[in-house]
Structure formats: C-alpha cells, structure tokens
C-alpha cells in the first residue's frame, strides 16, 4: 500500500476513521467491520493527499487536501451522495496544501 501521510477521527461516529496517502487516494475505514467503507481517488496525477478534515457537526463530511503546487486545492467529499465527485473543489492556493484545520465551533470556517 501507499504511504499514509495522515490520519483523522470522524468526529460524529467513533468507529470510523480516514487516512489519506501519498499516491492520491484517501480511505474511510469502519473500525467494527475491519475493513474500508470507501476509497476516494482524490488527486488524478497521484500527488500525495497532504491532509484531511472531518467537518464538526456531518459525519459524513470530509476534505482532502493536494500539497501539488500545479493543482493546490482543497475538495469537499459529500460521502453520501458520491465518492467520485467531489460535492466541491477549493481553488486559489498558490502552492500545494499542507494542512487545514476546520472550526469545531462553526462549520463555515476553515483554515488552510
């Protein structure tokens, strides 16, 4: 497998955790299960997955961000509609992401 370059808690169900990698893809594990629920193939030029977010307050909720400095962007991963498309994509870094950090207090805010 890839290289995990982070991990992080989904914040609404406590069996559930996701791991982004250096080869572009991010997983979604269930724990109980012991196996991945989904894969995100996230970046397409397989640049690393630089960091991942779970949004406070919807479980279901995740971004991924890309450290490439051609396509720097953030994605927002809607898990119940898709986990092809993304619902959304950030754009105006000027260099790849290396990490964000979403509010816990209020789910507009984010910082990258």
């Known amino acids: 497998g890839a290289e995990i370059t982070q991990i ?3 914040t609404q169900v ?3 955790v996701a791991s982004a990698a250096k080869n572009g893809t991010a ?3 269930d724990l109980r299960a012991k196996k991945p629920w989904c ?3 996230c970046e397409s030029n397989y640049s690393a997955v630089s960091d991942l977010a779970w ?3 919807q479980g279901l909720h995740l971004l991924t961000a890309s450290d490439d400095d051609r396509n720097p962007v953030i994605k927002l991963w809607d898990l119940r ?3 092809t498309i993304p619902l959304a994509t950030l754009e ?3 260099q790849g992401v290396l990490s964000m950090a979403w509010c816990p207090h209020d789910d507009t805010l984010l910082m990258s």
């Open 27 to 29: 997983f979604v594990w």
């Open 8 to 10: 992080g808690w989904n």
């Open 55 to 57: 949004n406070p307050n």
């Open 81 to 83: 509609s898709s986990t």
């Open 14 to 16: 406590a069996h559930i």
């Open 92 to 94: 105006g870094h000027t």
């Open 39 to 41: 894969e995100l193939r």
